[in-house]
């Protein structure tokens, strides 16, 4: 397979969905409804919807993997990450002025609308979560909404901004990187993965193989981060590069070098594969987005 | 049957739930949860919850109405309740210092540790909401996600806080006025009774007219406090009194005076009991809860 076509178009279902599930909006909420369009359609590169989905087609049948119910749940991940960015961004915490290579919304939409517009992202999501596949078993929709909102709560996800925002421009373990990195990046990706399964009808050693191979990812994903904020452009990122050494946020290259770090993302994939390693080949998908991780440039 | 009796039990079952649910935490993650806790066990009065109960005994079995496994349910209404508060009064929205008697959120923990107790509060709601009840059909739970989601998300609550945030200081019409009202406040006491309902089994008439008795609550709730930010004292309210007119926030008062606002507070509760006329005795706790909520006096 081809992972770059492939990519393109799951993106290209994703982006459509997306634009289907909040289009324009005429009337006193159509300034929210934009504040909340200008982030969730400004680029994105949309790997948690394409990791639930490809988790999806691991496990149904080959050929007539019907992903269309799925594609709510695989919206909501992207309206979360999005929400986490555009709060992660205000002014009160990174205080960034560009993302995906645009102003960030405070930016253009000023600070209170900003805020709504996360809120509005994160609510939304679970209306999307729950309007989800109605052809699929209710206990399966509601085992997504507990696995997603315990990974992107105050234990998760935002649990994971909150360790990022005390500990930042202070000296930390490696533990500390490790928890934070898990925390903010690697319960929604191991969520994707796993929400994808489990509307899947993924059996209990499914299920736990896919949560390890999403664990793994997440970790390659965020060490790729660190990476790539190091040795890139601003340009190529699309928001500020060498923000985090800037910042001394602490980073896995600041711990242990480029090259080091490096290996570790490979060994994070290789882990993720050997996860997964009992599948057949409708898991290509998931083997050739790990590797695409690893190797992304932005 | 006596109300105050009444609220006093429920809401004593409420605080215990809550404190049950999101105990003091040790390490790393101790402040986070000192901050959305700070908020959730600040002396509310817990009205969405209380509804959210009371609907469910108007159809239970009297006497046998369980209501244990409701409680994460309700406990997820404040919490959504709680983040709303929180949010609002960060310095980019309201910029409130007070609130129930206490410095708000952001002015002991900071702005980005608000945000941040906020966004926490709203996914834990959706973790509470899941758990909710085992015992209970997935179907109904997940519809209960499904409603509760919609009235917080952009085309409910934070869509009314944005209107709201929108037309401060301008000169709005009546119809602006109650838009905003019905969103930002009346679709979660809305969606709190609705909530009840359908845990607790309504067929389809019960819950539409449980929900009619809903829309009215929260209107005349909203009337109330606009008629209380006028007549009350800073130290009757435990938030700043008069802060409506001072901001120039269009309000029932501002726009029929004192007198007229009242009787429109008191049709809206005989238009509540009117919705459920037809149900039975086990509805006096709903009926009672109605004329409370127009008497109150904070």
Redesign the interface.
Known sequence: MDIKVYLHQKRALVDAALERFLPVADG??A???EA?RYSLLAGGKRVRPILCLAAAEALLPEGAAQLEPLLPAACALECIHTYSLV?DD?P??DNDDLRRGKPTNHVVF????A??A???????A??L???TGSSL???A??QA??LL??A????????G???D??NEGQEISFD?LR?IHSLKTGALITASVETGAVLAGAGREELSALAGYGRQIGLAFQIVDDLLNVESTTEQLGKAAGSDAQRRKATYPAFFGVEETRKRAHEAVAGALEAIAGFDQRAEPLRELARYIVNRKR
């Open positions: 006193p909420l300034r929210h409804v909340m709060h205000l009160a915490m000023g600070e209170a609308a805020i709504l996360g809120d509005g992202l994160l609510s939304f679970f209306e979560l729950a309007d078993p209710a206990e929709r509601l909404v507990r909102s315990r992107v709560g105050p234990f998760g996800m935002v649990g901004q909150v360790l925002m005390e500390t928890r």
